[in-house]
């Protein structure tokens, strides 16, 4: 990681206070630096290609560059940035969607996840999925179903951390998986 100076070992919150009181171009380089491989990762799992998430990921620096100041602090701002690119994720798929009425691919690591703590029968019936079909299946179902599900599967979130991020109540992130869970079923039963 490349930092510069004692603005090095700035607590991201305090950065992030820093660069939206001075637009300082070095203290975002350090920003970027340090959180630029999880955005990219969470637009490579939206697009098809590792240069449509470069454009994504720079895209979404940009727009952040000047929406820092909307930053409350009231939540770590990895929880805050991690929403921020969901969000943004999710209105450019619907926008392309709607542009080259394409579907949306994403890779198959929602199987690999077990669950430890759910015993709900949804989740096992997700598990058992075939991968080749599952993908097929995430093309199908709404983007924010998708990515409710992705969040819990392939990030391993938590309720909280759900929550958290999309800024719904556990009840909201329980019953928006339980309906993700059932048309993700659905759609691949109809495979």
């Given at each position: 990681?490349?930092?510069?100076?004692?603005d090095?070992?700035?607590e991201?919150?305090?950065?992030?206070?820093?660069?939206?009181?001075?637009?300082?171009?070095k203290?975002?380089?350090?920003?970027y630096?340090?959180y630029?491989t999880?955005?990219?990762?969470?637009?490579l799992?939206?697009?098809?290609?590792k240069?449509?998430?470069?454009?994504?990921?720079?895209d979404?620096?940009?727009?952040?560059?000047a929406?820092?100041?909307?930053?409350?602090?009231?939540?770590?701002f990895?929880?805050?940035?991690?929403?921020?690119?969901?969000?943004?994720?999710i209105n450019?798929?619907q926008?392309?969607?709607?542009?080259?009425n394409e579907?949306?691919i994403?890779s198959?690591?929602?199987?690999?996840y077990?669950?430890?703590?759910?015993?709900?029968?949804?989740d096992?019936?997700?598990?058992?999925l075939?991968?080749?079909?599952?993908?097929?299946?995430?093309?199908?179902?709404?983007?924010?179903?998708?990515?409710?599900?992705?969040?819990?599967?392939q990030d391993?979130?938590?309720?909280?951390?759900?929550?958290?991020?999309?800024?719904?109540?556990?009840?909201?992130?329980?019953?928006?998986?339980?309906?993700?869970?059932?048309?993700?079923?659905?759609?691949?039963?109809?495979?």
């Open positions: 990681m490349k930092e510069i100076g004692k090095t070992y700035l991201d919150k305090e950065l992030v206070f820093r660069i939206a009181k001075s637009n300082d171009t203290l975002y380089a350090i920003l630096d340090r630029a999880m955005v990219y990762a969470k637009c799992s939206f697009v098809k290609t240069e449509e998430a470069q454009d994504l990921t720079h979404i620096f940009v727009l952040l560059f929406k820092l100041k909307t930053f409350k602090g009231t939540s770590k990895s929880t805050w940035l991690y929403s921020f690119t969901y969000n943004f994720c450019y798929v926008r392309d969607r709607k542009k080259k579907k949306i994403v198959d690591t929602l199987v690999e077990t669950t430890e703590d759910d015993d709900d029968s949804l096992e019936e997700i598990m058992k075939k991968s080749e079909k599952l993908v097929l299946a995430l093309q199908q179902i709404e983007p924010n179903d998708k990515v409710i599900l992705m969040m819990k599967y391993d979130l938590s309720i909280k951390e759900i929550k958290e991020n999309l800024n719904i109540g556990d009840s909201a992130v329980k019953m928006r998986l339980s309906r993700a869970k059932s048309r993700l079923i659905k759609a691949y039963n109809t495979l």
